[in-house]
């Protein structure tokens, strides 16, 4: 059965940094792009940013570019997003997702999220 | 970066009825569009990738369609289990861009 588990998440202030991490079970990680989704309060999905099956290519939404860091490793099977300078509209929940590899499906399983809140 | 853009944001409907939402790429993308549906509190569940290819489980009520730069989701005959939010997502380029969403309410 395929799992992501996200965790990190908390009450930061602003200009502050967080770590997201996202453990996978269940299938082959290293073979698959991996994204994160944030979700604000009553607003819809904002795709944040993914990373290479080897990690070896990352790309970013303009609203993160500089202040986040998308990272994986393939021996424990986990993702990663740093997140520095941290702005209130940062405050959302975040979701890990598998993107495309083997099976050419986006976002086929996705974590329950863990939540990011930014105090100013 | 490309961009999707959803209409309409709300509709509202009965169930039984008939409806379709719409989704326009910023630029040709072929057939690399998905959609999803999300209900309050819950990570978005896949329905339909590659713009028509139906995913596993996903009832036959749910047709996708379209290539290049307008695309189509109908539902055929709205069940109460259908009344959520539905995203589209572009998966040509690297940046796997949303829609702004479509919320399906109760009329």
């Known amino acids: 059965e395929v799992q992501l588990v996200e965790s990190g998440g908390g009450l930061v202030q602003s200009g502050g940094s967080l770590r997201l991490s996202c453990v996978a079970s269940g299938f082959s990680f290293s073979g698959y792009w991996m994204s994160w989704v944030r979700q604000a309060p009553g607003k819809g999905l904002e795709w944040v940013a993914n990373i290479k099956e080897d990690g070896s290519e990352q790309y970013y939404a303009d609203s993160v570019k500089g202040r986040f860091t998308i990272s994986r490793d393939n021996a424990d099977n986990s993702l990663y997003l740093q997140m520095n300078s941290l702005r209130a509209e940062d405050a959302a929940m975040y979701f890990c997702?598998?993107?495309?590899?083997?099976?050419?499906?986006?976002?086929?399983?996705w974590g329950q999220g863990t939540l990011v809140n930014v105090s100013s | 970066d490309i961009r999707v853009t959803q209409s309409p944001s709300t509709l509202s409907a009965s169930v039984g009825d008939r409806v379709t939402f719409t989704c326009r790429a910023s630029?040709?993308?072929?057939?690399?569009l998905a959609w999803y549906q999300q209900k309050p509190g819950k990570a978005p569940n896949i329905l339909i990738s590659?713009?028509?290819t139906l995913e596993s489980g996903v009832p036959s009520r749910f047709n996708g369609s379209g290539y290049g730069t307008e695309f189509t989701l109908t539902i055929s005959s709205l069940q109460p289990d259908d009344f959520a939010t539905y995203y589209c997502?572009?998966?040509?380029?690297?940046?796997?861009?949303f829609g702004q969403g479509t919320k399906v309410e109760i009329k």
């Open positions: 997502q572009q998966y040509y380029s690297y940046s796997r861009m």
């Open positions: 590659k713009a028509s």
């Open positions: 997702a598998r993107d495309v590899g083997s099976v050419v499906t986006p976002f086929d399983y």
């Open positions: 630029q040709h993308i072929g057939n690399w």
